[in-house]
């Protein structure tokens, strides 16, 4: 069946539809979401497949709060997200681990409340709580307009609850998690967008392009720095399109036309073709910033910090000045410029970037750098060779590895899989670690991982028992740096970035580690560590290496 409701007409037959196991097309504030009963195990496995998201999570909204408590540990402050007047979903620690896991396979579940008239009029009194995501097929933007989602839904909703009022901005749901009693941003996007990030004496007319993954730009008037909507991975034409259409949208919207761009420095990203074309085009300067400076200013930018301080940013992928991939770093530094303190060992990632998906290639990597037997024939003779192995010190690539070799996961649907699983297995009562070991490169300080990956791969431990000790050594690893790094600097200063810092295991252990190492510790609060937050820190660079009239640097 598919069938168009009207809400005048059909909040009845869409409340049918949901009851009997269908999915449903129903019309938000930025865009469409696809719902369906969240306990209905089969209508949940049944949309997994018509929207080609086999594992990801989805988020659930909830009648109100007495539901949110039913399934979900709430805090006062993580109340107050929730009835706020944005409406964010919100990351909540299950009441029951392993519960609900057709919805969320790992233990936090993203809860949110009903934030318009429709919504309330789908509940009414009956219905507790529906799965609410963003209507969209993989890797596309969200649908928002009547005719795009009778088309392009048509087989995958079962029937469409839509008006005749038009989206003008398309806008998907914000996501967080509250830490330390503030936002913890993950995705910044309705009910956040268009509010400035104030950052006193900020020049106007700076543009910054963002990453690729969880892509963003954000644009600078006198004072204010204005990120934008969460967009997607500009990984197909679709999204690039989106970008495109919001970055005019914004222009227009602030009056706003660009006198320097940035964008990162890797040069395959279509965020960078758009900032290359937008400074051919206008005559305007052009500055490729790296990618976890950028993370390091962006977090100091939300926190209003100003000079040099240390920056540990831990995510997948960015790409380092020396050509390699980067992603386990200690900088030091400001906006100005940094220096590299501190790294992890770089492992080969065998097919490249295959092994972000296929991550028993890079527990292979890891087994062969650490002296041990391959189990894979055909891994060992790359590795022997080289060939097809670039080589990351991307702490993400750490955690995928680690997460095949405790026999957790191989093979990833979605990225980032590898890091949720091991956070989701840990066991929260285990204090104990694997050896620490680094060395000196240059005068950068390396955390070796491989006596680790000796002990790891030596077998007996349960998943759970892994999981834990890995990351309790990653924070001892991390303090360890951070200490040498303040002793050798004079900066006590501390601001942690980057997608890997979504991680609540590691965020509940590390910043008071490093407080007690005597250093004064910051955490994002209005943007997110991610990649969507890179936009803020590039132009924040910008800022500071651009001269009216002249040209910017690479940095």
Known sequence: MNLAFCPAQGIEGARRLIKAGGILCVKGLGGMHLACLAENEEAVRELRRRKHRDEKPFAVMCRDLGCVRRLCE?????????????????????????????????????????????????????????????????DTPIVYKNAEALEKLRGVADGF???????????????????????????????????????????????????????????????????????????????????EEQLGHFAKLFDFEPAAVACDLHPDYLSTEVAERTA??????????????AHMVSCMADNGLEGECLGLVWDGTGYGPDGTTWGGELLAGGAS????????????????????????????????????????????????????????????RLFDGVCALAGIREVCSYEGQGAVLLEAAADAGERGEYE????????????????????????GEAAEKVAAKFMNTLVSAAAAQCRAAAEASGLRRTALSGGVFQNMYLMSRLPGRLRVEGLETFTHSRVSPNDEGVALGQLMILEAKYVSGGTAENS
Not at 101 to 117: C, D, F, I, K, R
Not at 280 to 293: F, K, S
Not at 445 to 454: E, S, T
């Open 280 to 293: 051919r085009e206008r005559g305007i300067p052009l500055l490729r910033v790296q990618h976890h400076h």
């Open 337 to 396: 410029g940094f220096r590299r303190l501190g790294t992890i060992r770089p492992m080969p990632l065998p097919g490249g970037d295959a092994a972000t998906k296929e991550i028993w290639r890079t527990a292979e990597a890891l087994r062969y750098e650490a002296g041990l037997e391959n189990n894979d024939v055909t891994m060992k003779k790359l590795l022997e060779r080289g060939l097809n192995c670039p080589k990351s010190s991307g702490m993400g």
């Open 74 to 138: 709430v805090s006062e402050a993580e109340e107050r997200a929730l009835t706020s007047f944005r409406k964010p979903i919100v990351l909540l620690d299950k009441r029951e681990r392993g519960s609900m896991m057709q919805l969320s396979e790992n233990n936090a579940l993203g809860v949110m409340l009903p934030y318009t008239p429709l919504h309330v009029l789908l509940f009414g009194d009956d219905l507790d709580c529906l799965v609410m995501t963003s209507a969209n097929l993989s």
């Open 161 to 243: 609850l839509l008006h005749d009022r038009e989206i003008l901005t398309r806008c998907d749901d914000s996501l967080l998690r509250v830490y330390e009693g503030r936002d913890y941003p993950v995705r910044r996007s309705r009910g956040y967008v268009p509010y400035p990030v104030t950052i006193k004496g900020l020049r106007p007319g700076l543009l910054a392009c963002g990453a690729e993954q969880k892509a963003g730009f954000c644009l600078s008037k006198e004072g204010h720095a204005f990120p934008s909507q969460h967009i997607g991975d500009l990984k197909n034409l679709e999204t690039l399109d989106c970008y």
């Open 436 to 459: 620490l070991a680094f060395y000196d490169e240059g005068g950068v300080m390396v955390f070796d991982w491989r006596p680790m990956v000796r002990q790891i791969a030596s077998g």
